[in-house]
Structure formats: structure tokens, C-alpha cells
């Protein structure tokens, strides 16, 4: 089944996003298997990211990777909203 994710951290600037995204491509991941959009929006200081991905499997796989860099870089995810989707219009 296909999910939406949508992360609102409490506190998530674009420096930090920036960090993460060149960490997570040092380590090959900015692009996993599995996840079809990325979309990170809001203000330099109150970023929000919505991803939708092919599977739960795939999203939990991948957060083995995310997660000790987002810790790192000293980010809190908050828990996410994971949806299921009903249609996507490319």
C-alpha cells in the first residue's frame, strides 16, 4: 500500500535540513528505494517534509539509515502522520 508521510518538527531550519541531505549523500542514501516524491516547504526556520513512499517496509527501512544522521545533526523528527493514499496526479 502506498503511505504519505508528513514530518512538522518542532524545530527544523533550512541549515539543518541542508546537513542532513549532504550527510545522507556521503552515505549513498538521497535517494531510497522505495520513496517516489520528497518535498521539503515552509520557512528557512519552520520546515516541514511530506514523502510518499511504495510501502510501511520501505519508510522503516530507510529510517535505519535517517534516523542517527537527523540524531546527529541534533534534529527531532516528532512522529510522523503516515497516511494511506488514495490518488496521485503527476
Known sequence: M???TYFH???LTAEQY???NTELAAQGAEHPAGRSHHSCFGSD???M???VWES???FEEYGKVLMPVLT???I???TPDVMPVHNIIA
Do not use: H, W
Request: no cysteine; charged share 35%.
Open 76 to 78: 527531532d523528527p516528532g
Open 49 to 51: 517534509v511530506y514523502e
Open 9 to 11: 518538527p518542532k524545530s
Open 18 to 20: 541542508d546537513r542532513a
Open 45 to 47: 526556520d519552520d520546515l
Open 56 to 58: 510501511q517496509q520501505a
Open 72 to 74: 546527529k545533526i541534533g
Open 2 to 4: 502506498t503511505l504519505a
